[in-house]
């Protein structure tokens, strides 16, 4: 299955206070492994960036000025992700700015049902908990130290990882290398030749053997330990 996680960066919180897209990634999984390809943009958002947005991400408006605006980059970004479903943490917030900026040049809205939202699974399956990207990071010992900004692909890179956690942990495979390394010491364990032991000297005297079998009498004749004392004497 054909799956993209994406991720936006903006200049705020709500595209209904006129805030826009300035940076979008979208990374291919199929079956939810990384295959290489990205979509990555960042974009002229038209507007300035308020300074606590570029404390979070690093883009000020001066860097974006040259960039091209999202009408320009909108057929690029539909054609890589296709009809394939978007992985998105967090989906209210970047679906919102995505269909904003789809509605300001007449294209159809994406709809919620080609949408996981791995918020909504994380909270699910750790409720009362931090489910932040750093949070599930930690969690799933995803390493994020490359994370010293907010990073649409960056991000994105993180979150196809944190789907696959989410989905219940991609398997790891063994190189052959690896099951080489494995084999050969099984394999000298296996062959290493028997050497007989001789048997373990009694940790009781014979009376106190004598003695416990009297004892064990008394339970009657269907004990338990009677029939294991009989194997035990059939046996010698």
């Given at each position: 299955m054909r799956e993209i996680a994406l991720d936006t960066e903006t200049t705020g919180l709500s595209p209904a206070d006129g805030h826009r897209i300035l940076e979008i990634a979208a990374v291919e999984m199929v079956h939810q492994v990384l295959t290489g390809g990205i979509f990555h943009r960042?974009?002229?958002?038209?507007?300035?960036?308020?300074?606590?947005?570029?404390?979070?991400?690093?883009?000020s408006a001066v860097v974006l000025a040259s960039k091209p605006v999202f009408a320009d980059v909108v057929d690029d970004f539909l054609s890589f992700i296709g009809d394939a479903r978007l992985v998105i943490h967090n989906a209210e917030f970047d679906m919102g700015f995505l269909n904003a900026?789809?509605?300001?040049?007449?294209?159809?809205?994406?709809?919620?049902?080609?949408?996981?939202?791995?918020?909504?699974?994380a909270r699910k399956k750790h409720p009362g908990q931090s489910n932040s990207l750093d949070a599930l990071c930690d969690r799933y010992r995803i390493d994020r130290s490359r994370r010293?900004?907010?990073?649409?692909?960056?991000?994105?890179?993180?979150?196809?990882?944190?789907?696959?956690?989410?989905?219940?942990?991609?398997?790891?495979?063994?190189?052959f290398s690896e099951?080489?390394?494995?084999?050969?010491p099984l394999k000298a364990a296996c062959l290493r030749p028997f050497e007989p032991r001789?048997?373990?000297?009694?940790?009781?005297?014979?009376?106190?053997?004598?003695?416990?079998?009297?004892?064990?009498?008394?339970?009657?004749?269907?004990?338990i330990w009677l029939r294991y004392g009989s194997a035990q004497r059939e046996n010698a």
């Amino acid at each position: 299955m054909r799956e993209i996680a994406l991720d936006t960066e903006t200049t705020g919180l709500s595209p209904a206070d006129g805030h826009r897209i300035l940076e979008i990634a979208a990374v291919e999984m199929v079956h939810q492994v990384l295959t290489g390809g990205i979509f990555h943009r960042l974009i002229n958002p038209e507007r300035d960036v308020p300074e606590d947005a570029v404390r979070v991400h690093g883009n000020s408006a001066v860097v974006l000025a040259s960039k091209p605006v999202f009408a320009d980059v909108v057929d690029d970004f539909l054609s890589f992700i296709g009809d394939a479903r978007l992985v998105i943490h967090n989906a209210e917030f970047d679906m919102g700015f995505l269909n904003a900026e789809l509605a300001r040049i007449g294209r159809e809205p994406i709809t919620a049902a080609r949408v996981v939202d791995t918020l909504a699974i994380a909270r699910k399956k750790h409720p009362g908990q931090s489910n932040s990207l750093d949070a599930l990071c930690d969690r799933y010992r995803i390493d994020r130290s490359r994370r010293a900004k907010h990073g649409a692909l960056i991000d994105a890179e993180i979150l196809a990882e944190i789907y696959g956690e989410l989905a219940g942990g991609r398997q790891r495979s063994l190189s052959f290398s690896e099951i080489r390394m494995i084999k050969q010491p099984l394999k000298a364990a296996c062959l290493r030749p028997f050497e007989p032991r001789s048997p373990r000297a009694p940790l009781i005297e014979v009376d106190e053997a004598l003695a416990h079998l009297q004892h064990i009498e008394t339970f009657g004749e269907r004990a338990i330990w009677l029939r294991y004392g009989s194997a035990q004497r059939e046996n010698a």
